[in-house]
């Protein structure tokens, strides 16, 4: 049987997201960890940007988006489904993914790199897989260019000094909401994983569960949400009691995790889309938006908090949105009566232009 090949690196956020899905999921694949010419040769020639993950169908179509790589999976291995059938926790499910992707970087980034016991790490993983074969002196040269290269980076996706305060006791209040959750409950949703969590692990995987410091000091005391991050790394078989929650029901012990989306991400969300809105009567007929607009700032814990707006958000969105408007009129309002005492029924009123990824950007959907 041909195989699926993964293109990405255990470090790597969005690489972890998809490694623990395949491994779920049970489908037929190989980690293939990105050496330096297929990263910046053969991935950019195939979907236009240098990116991981990247997957490789047995038909030689090449998928990028972590997203997608899920969807195309799924369509094809839909048991054991990792989409709730019922309405407020199928958008919930969908919510989470993109909370998981969006918010999360900053606080993956900064756990990361504001830390210099990771490094050692970081060089070793990255070089071995970059240059293969090549003497280590030489693997670690090219490494600390490209982590010089990504510590640039930083101020754009709001890992400020300034704002360290802000996002250590923001990341120290969630993991202990989200360790009480996992006491009580195995997944997000229930006692299987959904995309929920899938989507949240991108950066518990790579980064806080597997970086030196992060891992010591943030998650290893907190025994219930490393338990979580295991079981999803190393999935055991479902067995037959492994169900969502009854009657679409959301835990309580999620309810506070939620009512900060709303709170905190919400106002990114709409942020963007004004930002975007503003952009489009300008921008030239089929290009894609920049990567990157101007500052976007939004709560996060008692304090603010400022990153440059990344218009590939509002796809994100769109997907959660989509969900909901292809619901019926009678999950819909079981949809607004979930969100309306957590502050976040204005998302469904969310009027986003109709956008279309292209590669890492997106672009304003052409009509045909």
């Known amino acids: 049987m041909k195989k699926y090949t993964l293109y990405g690196w255990h470090l790597s956020y969005f690489t972890g997201k998809v490694l623990c899905y395949l491994r ?3 489908a037929p694949f190989v980690l293939q960890p990105v050496n330096l010419y297929t990263l910046t040769q053969r991935i ?3 979907t236009g940007a240098v990116v991981m993950p990247v997957m490789l169908t047995p038909q ?9 790589i899920i969807d195309h999976i799924e369509a094809r291995y839909p048991a054991p489904s990792i989409i709730p059938a019922t309405p407020v926790q199928r958008f919930a499910a969908y919510l989470i993914e993109a909370w998981g992707d969006e918010w999360w970087v900053p606080i993956a980034m900064h756990t990361r790199w504001s830390y210099p016991e990771n490094y050692c790490l970081f060089e070793h993983d990255a070089g071995s897989a970059l240059l293969p074969h090549w003497p280590g002196f030489v693997q670690r040269r090219a490494v600390r260019f490209i982590a010089a290269k990504l510590r ?13 305060a802000v996002m250590d006791a923001w990341t120290a209040h969630m993991l202990d909401l989200l360790d009480a959750h996992f006491a009580q409950l195995p997944f997000l949703l229930g006692s299987r994983p959904t995309l929920a969590d899938f989507g949240l692990v991108g950066t518990m995987y790579g980064h806080l569960g597997r970086d030196p410091w992060p891992a010591r000091e943030l998650v290893a005391q907190r025994v219930h949400l490393r338990a979580w991050i295991d079981r999803m790394a190393n999935p055991a078989p479902l067995t037959e009691d ?4 009854p009657g679409d029901q959301i835990a309580t012990t999620l309810l506070p995790v939620l009512r900060l989306i709303c709170a905190e991400f919400l106002p990114m969300l709409e942020g963007i889309n004004e930002q975007v809105k503003a952009r489009l009567p300008t921008l030239p ?3 894609a938006l920049p990567r990157l607009l101007k500052d976007v700032e939004v709560p996060m814990g008692d304090g603010r908090f400022r990153r440059a707006a990344l218009p590939y958000t509002l796809w994100m969105a769109q997907r959660t949105l989509d969900v909901y408007q292809a619901m019926s009129p009678a999950e819909q309002g079981q949809v607004q009566d ?14 986003i232009p109709r956008l279309q990824r292209e590669g890492l950007r997106v672009r304003p959907q052409t009509t045909v």
């Open 60 to 68: 030689g179509e090449w998928i990028q988006d972590s997203s997608v």
């Open 242 to 245: 492994a169900a969502l929650l």
């Open 152 to 164: 640039r980076m930083l101020p754009t996706v709001g890992v400020r000094r300034e704002q360290f």
């Open 24 to 26: 779920y999921k049970q």
């Open 44 to 46: 950019k020639r195939e």
């Open 285 to 287: 007929a089929g290009k």
């Open 338 to 351: 979930c969100l309306r005492p957590l502050g976040g029924e204005r998302l469904l009123s969310l009027e």
